[in-house]
Antibody, heavy 126, light 110 residues
Framework: QVQLQESGPGLVKPSGTLSLTCAVSGGSISSSNWWSWVRQPPGKGLEWIGEIYHSGSTNYNPSLKSRVTISVDKSKNQFSLKLSSVTAADTAVYYC???????????????????WGQGTTVTVSS | QSALTQPASVSGSPGQSITISCTGTSSDVGGYNYVSWYQQHSGKAPKLMIYDVSNRPSGVSNRFSGSKSGNTASLTISGLQAEDEADYYCSSYTSSSTRVFGTGTKVTVL
């Protein structure tokens, strides 16, 4: 079955750019699913960051949109997150997740975020 | 976008039923049947428990059920068990083609 694995630096300096990659195994990133990033600050709740389709279409959280870029690399079967101008408030566990989706007769159907990576901790500190 | 509103905590004794509410607006919960629920044990990744308001993924116990009325969705856990103690989050698709999570609910089994 599909598995997701996040990777990237665990420590980022303030004002720098956070960069993470999510490797997809057991399935193709070019399937009909969307691919999401979600984060969770220490002791707090989940926050949706954004998502990407294999075509490159993206949707972002309006509160983060000016700082976020999500991209897809079909040749490597992975997708990535870049968050710029980070501060201590961006310290969190970052998860990648699959949004189960299909298109039937030109209509979109979503079935929840059914596959998650284990998460990776990113700390913003000098 | 504002987080969906959930109670901070809900508790119950083993065998009892509990219900967690998730209140949004007509632009998210009330406007789409794309409400999902996630269980998160401490230090673990979230797990999908309910999708599209009331559907259970394969392998999820039928003790978990979901429903929706207007702008409020609900997750009911029947026959509460010790292993159900965890944090629960709702999520909804929105009219802006984005997704939003709830504030989260800590379930305690007494």
């Amino acid at each position: 079955q599909v598995q997701l694995q996040e990777s990237g630096p665990g420590l980022v300096k303030p004002s720098g750019t956070l960069s993470l990659t999510c490797a997809v195994s057991g399935g193709s990133i070019s399937s009909s699913n969307w691919w999401s990033w979600v984060r969770q600050p220490p002791g707090k709740g989940l926050e949706w960051i954004g998502e990407i389709y294999h075509s490159g279409s993206t949707n972002y959280n309006p509160s983060l949109k000016s700082r976020v870029t999500i991209s897809v690399d079909k040749s490597k079967n992975q997708f990535s997150l870049k968050l710029s101008s980070v501060t201590a408030a961006d310290t969190a566990v970052y998860y990648c997740a699959r949004v189960n989706h299909e298109v039937v007769s030109a209509a979109n159907y979503y079935y929840g975020m059914d596959v998650w990576g284990q998460g990776t901790t990113v700390t913003v500190s000098s | 976008q504002s987080a969906l509103t959930q109670p901070a905590s809900v508790s119950g004794s083993p065998g009892q039923s509990i219900t967690i509410s998730c209140t949004g607006t007509s632009s998210d919960v009330g406007g789409y049947n794309y409400v999902s629920w996630y269980q998160q044990h401490s230090g673990k990744a979230p797990k999908l428990m309910i999708y599209d308001v009331s559907n259970r993924p394969s392998g999820v116990s039928n003790r978990f059920s979901g429903s929706k009325s207007g702008n409020t969705a609900s997750l009911t856990i029947s026959g509460l068990q010790a292993e159900d103690e965890a944090d629960y989050y709702c999520s909804s698709y929105t009219s802006s083609s984005t997704r939003v999570f709830g504030t989260g609910t800590k379930v305690t089994v007494l």
